[in-house]
């Protein structure tokens, strides 16, 4: 745990709620590579289940509820409440990792003059008027941060901001954590006993959050695309509220896919959950800013059919990686899943081995933390 009378740089992350998630993550790895670097590492959010994790880091969490709400009047109230924290800690330098909090932070920064940075972690859809002005906070930063060059290219397009301000920042995999070797037998078969995997069918694994854009119906229209005895499609992801993965239950049973799938809910051992698959998809209909998800697969060895489009061309080479299909299309993704399934067990192999060196080389949680701090450093 950080000494809250130290000396040393203090850097605050801020973003709505540790609960879980890819912004979740990083915001931990960050506060792990500050710790270790001698920084002390701060984050303030609403608070949620990887508050334990991030703390057993070297960070201290700062709860403020109301980051979750994205009303003027807490705008208002959270910059006056991190604009106090800033000072009272001696912060140097706000990382705001979410809009709404991103313009609390933007304000606490200029009435403090701590330095701002963003990362801009999605893709913001601009759907109604004012969008692109309420987005544009992201690109505000001294420094933005873009989580792939597909990111960047947006930021460019949207924003016209200065190039000398912007860096290109991938996500990253542990491989210390993300490596086929270091799962135990036992976390496979308590997975295989939760999941009721079939005996002797290929597994499918789609890991993504239960939404309408991250193609979980896509998933299933393929499937039903399939002659029995069709392989088991695992869907895990947190269900929210619940109500789309009803959906996704009766649209399921309505294919006659009733024994072909299952809902397995929120993953805490995603290496155990990618090593038990035999075909790892990802299915978004909408352009993902990155998908650490087809990292965490390829760093597992795993071979990866993914959307053609957003974060994942830059990390799937046609043949080379995984395969890319067009998005949206179940025809498509059911011609891909039984083409990759029908290959040698060693060809499959070769691709999930030459997806892991890629990984290893270029896209490591180790890269992205130096990367970050170094964005740090040039501005302290």
Same mark, same amino acid.
């Given at each position: 745990m950080i000494d809250p009378g130290s000396s040393a740089p203090a850097i605050l992350q801020i973003l709505p709620s540790m609960a879980s998630g890819g912004v979740e993550r990083g915001t931990v790895e960050i506060a792990e590579a500050l710790a270790a670097a001698g920084f002390r590492a701060l984050v303030a959010s609403a608070g949620g289940r990887m508050v334990p994790e991030l703390e057993a880091v070297g960070a201290r969490h700062v709860t403020m509820p109301s980051l979750a709400d994205k009303s003027p009047l807490a705008l208002w109230r959270n910059a006056a409440d991190l604009a106090g924290l800033v000072r009272r800690e001696g912060v140097s330098l706000l990382h705001a990792r979410s809009r709404a909090p991103a313009w609390a932070g933007l304000m606490a920064a200029r009435r403090s003059g701590a330095r701002f940075v963003t990362t801009y972690h999605?893709? #913001?859809?601009?759907?109604?008027?004012?969008?692109?002005? #309420?987005?544009?906070?992201?690109?505000?930063?001294?420094?933005?941060?873009?989580?792939?060059?597909?990111?960047?290219?947006?930021?460019?397009?949207?924003?016209?901001?200065?190039?000398?301000?912007?860096?290109?920042?991938?996500?990253?995999?542990?491989?210390?954590?993300?490596?086929?070797?270091?799962?135990?037998?036992?976390?496979?078969?308590?997975?295989?006993?939760?999941?009721? %995997?079939?005996?002797?069918?290929?597994?499918?694994?789609?890991?993504?959050?239960?939404?309408?854009?991250?193609?979980?119906?896509?998933?299933?229209?393929?499937?039903?695309?399939?002659?029995?005895?069709?392989?088991?499609?695992?869907?895990?992801?947190?269900?929210?509220?619940?109500? #789309? $993965? *009803?959906?996704? %239950?009766?649209?399921?049973?309505? %294919?006659?896919?009733?024994?072909?799938?299952?809902?397995?809910?929120?993953?805490?051992?995603?290496?155990? $959950? =990618? =090593?038990?698959?035999?075909?790892?998809?990802?299915?978004?209909?909408?352009?993902?800013?990155?998908?650490r998800s087809v990292i965490e697969a390829q760093a597992m060895a795993r071979p990866v059919i993914a959307s053609d489009l957003g974060g994942p061309r830059e990390t799937v080479q046609e043949g080379e990686t995984g395969w890319r299909v067009?998005?949206?299309?179940?025809?498509?993704?059911?011609?891909?899943?039984?083409?990759?399934?029908?290959?040698?067990? *060693?060809a499959r192999a070769a691709i999930g081995a030459q997806a892991q060196a890629m990984v290893r080389r270029t896209y490591t949680t180790a890269a992205m933390q130096r990367a970050t701090l170094a964005v740090y450093r040039e501005l302290l």
């Open positions: 999605g893709t #913001y859809n601009e759907d109604f008027p004012g969008k692109r002005l #309420y987005n544009s906070v992201m690109a505000r930063g001294d420094r933005v941060i873009a989580i792939s060059h597909f990111i960047a290219g947006l930021i460019a397009e949207r924003h016209r901001i200065d190039p000398s301000r912007l860096r290109v920042i991938p996500r990253g995999v542990d491989p210390r954590r993300f490596d086929p070797a270091a799962v135990e037998p036992g976390r496979l078969e308590a997975l295989r006993a939760a999941w009721r %995997l079939p005996s002797r069918r290929p597994v499918l694994l789609l890991p993504a959050r239960i939404s309408r854009w991250k193609g979980q119906k896509v998933l299933l229209e393929a499937l039903a695309m399939l002659p029995p005895p069709r392989p088991f499609a695992v869907l895990l992801g947190d269900f929210g509220r619940g109500l #789309y $993965a *009803e959906e996704l %239950l009766r649209y399921g049973t309505a %294919l006659g896919l009733g024994g072909d799938f299952t809902l397995a809910g929120h993953g805490e051992d995603m290496p155990a $959950a =990618l =090593l038990l698959a035999d075909l790892v998809l990802h299915c978004s209909t909408d352009a993902e800013a990155f998908g067009p998005p949206g299309e179940p025809a498509a993704l059911a011609r891909g899943i039984a083409r990759v399934l029908a290959m040698p067990a *060693e």
